[in-house]
T-cell receptor
Framework: EDQVTQSPEALRLQEGESSSLNCSYTVSGLRGLFWYRQDPGKGPEFLFTLYSAGEEKEKERLKATLTKKESFLHITAPKPEDSATYLC??????????FGAGTTVTVRA | EADIYQTPRYLVIGTGKKITLECSQTMGHDKMYWYQQDPGMELHLIHYSYGVNSTEKGDLSSESTVSRIRTEHFPLTLESARPSHTSQYLC??????????FGQGTRLTVV
């Protein structure tokens, strides 16, 4: 059975304090790993797609990396506006898209 | 910017009523999805479609039904709403095996 596990569940950071979020997955054949940001009461907003081990993507203070078993989302020098829930999803095939439970990040000024 | 729209954004309705949540996308995506999400909880896939006239049940059992008569339209229907159906419903679309784009969601409250 396909599984996506995110850790930690919650992360409280001081502004400027860098950290990493983890997404580990078990799928029969990875067809893409996706990172999203979700603000309360809104739909998830797409951040990155990773397809193969060793791949990295960057956007502003965020950097996503992928290995054969897990992905990391690194937040460098976060600001309060980076506070959100970060979701990881995998496409075990071309049809389904399965999400992890998310990591809620709170950045204090 | 993603062109996927959900209506209504908020809906409060009485028990036993029939409701249809609308979802439309203008990107020509073949795949569309419905997720259910309670506040602070994870997304659960309840229905998906990989093209016109194709619909499949997702990982979470749901009393709702869906249809896909046109590529751009993927409505979700509840024949008889109950308080247990109170939740946020999120629609998404996807082309190929690329990323999915989400609508803003419909927050449903059944009283």
């Amino acid at each position: 059975e396909d599984q996506v596990t995110q850790s930690p569940e919650a992360l409280r950071l001081q502004e400027g304090e860098s950290s990493s979020l983890n997404c580990s997955y078990t799928v029969s054949g990875l067809r893409g790993l996706f990172w999203y940001r979700q603000d309360p009461g809104k739909g998830p907003e797409f951040l990155f797609t990773l397809y193969s081990a060793g791949e990295e993507k960057e956007k502003e203070r965020l950097k996503a990396t992928l290995t054969k078993k897990e992905s990391f989302l690194h937040i460098t020098a976060p600001k309060p506006e980076d506070s959100a829930t970060y979701l990881c999803a995998v496409g075990p095939n071309d049809y389904k898209l399965s999400f992890g439970a998310g990591t809620t990040v709170t950045v204090r000024a | 910017e993603a062109d996927i729209y959900q209506t209504p954004r908020y809906l409060v309705i009485g028990t036993g009523k029939k409701i249809t949540l609308e979802c439309s996308q203008t990107m020509g995506h073949d795949k569309m999805y419905w997720y259910q999400q309670d506040p602070g909880m994870e997304l659960h896939l309840i229905h998906y479609s990989y093209g016109v006239n194709s619909t499949e049940k997702g990982d979470l059992s749901s009393e709702s039904t869906v249809s896909r008569i046109r590529t751009e339209h993927f409505p979700l229907t509840l024949e008889s709403a109950r308080p247990s159906h109170t939740s946020q419903y999120l629609c998404a679309s996807r082309g190929g095996n690329t990323e999915a784009f989400f609508g803003q969601g419909t927050r449903l409250t059944v009283v």
